[in-house]
């Protein structure tokens, strides 16, 4: 067993993974180790590199390898208009679908009474503070259509009210659904039928 170690522990921190588990792990690190040139080593290294470049944006919260990200560094983009998602695969989602051309603000989760998640612990001062600070003329709520993000969203929207425009996506994401399971045409239609809060 101490020869195989090693690998057991790549595979238990495999399985930590969102959508992996154990089995899953399991396959993919023996398909890795079986096509260690190919595969286990351009990988190692790339996560390497990551580790030690990754970092949130200082503007937005988006991911990337600089203190500003791509999309806040663009000068064409829409400077007024924010759209607040919970999670920066929610901000991958939006740009996948390619419709939306203003900004973002990642808020790192949804409040939550229950986890003791309050709008300390997420972006929303950063978000309200930069509203202010950048003049912004409307604000989309991008949330996920659970208690909490709806929950988070009229937070928001009583923080805001009276400040900026404030819209929401249209109905067409599923309740409980999550921006990033939904196909570019369901997001591209929800952000086109934006309404009023």
Not at 25 to 39: E, I, T
Request: with cysteine; proline share 3%; glycine share 8%.
């Amino acid at each position: 067993m101490s020869s195989t170690r090693d690998i057991e522990t790549l595979i238990e921190l495999m399985a930590r993974l969102p959508g992996l588990g154990p089995r899953s792990a399991r396959r993919a690190v023996l398909q890795l180790v079986r096509k260690r040139d190919l595969l286990l080593t351009p990988l190692a290294r790339q996560m390497q590199k990551v580790a030690e470049t990754a970092r949130e944006c200082t503007i937005c919260g988006n991911v990337g390898t600089t203190e500003i990200c791509h999309i806040c560094a663009d000068q064409r983009r829409a400077t007024g208009l924010i759209c607040v998602v919970e999670d920066v695969a929610d901000l991958w989602a939006m740009e996948r679908a390619g419709v939306f051309k203003g900004r973002y603000h990642v808020l790192g989760g949804t409040l939550s009474a229950l986890d003791q998640v309050g709008p300390e612990q997420l972006r929303i001062p950063d978000l309200i503070a930069r509203v202010a600070e950048e003049g912004a003329t409307e604000v989309i709520l991008a949330l996920k259509a659970t208690i909490d993000g709806q929950i988070t969203a009229h937070y928001i929207a009583d923080q805001l009210e009276g400040r900026v425009r404030l819209t929401s996506l249209a109905q067409g994401v599923p309740v409980g659904g999550e921006l990033d399971y939904l196909d570019d045409g369901t997001i591209s239609a929800a952000l086109n039928a934006r309404k009023e809060i």
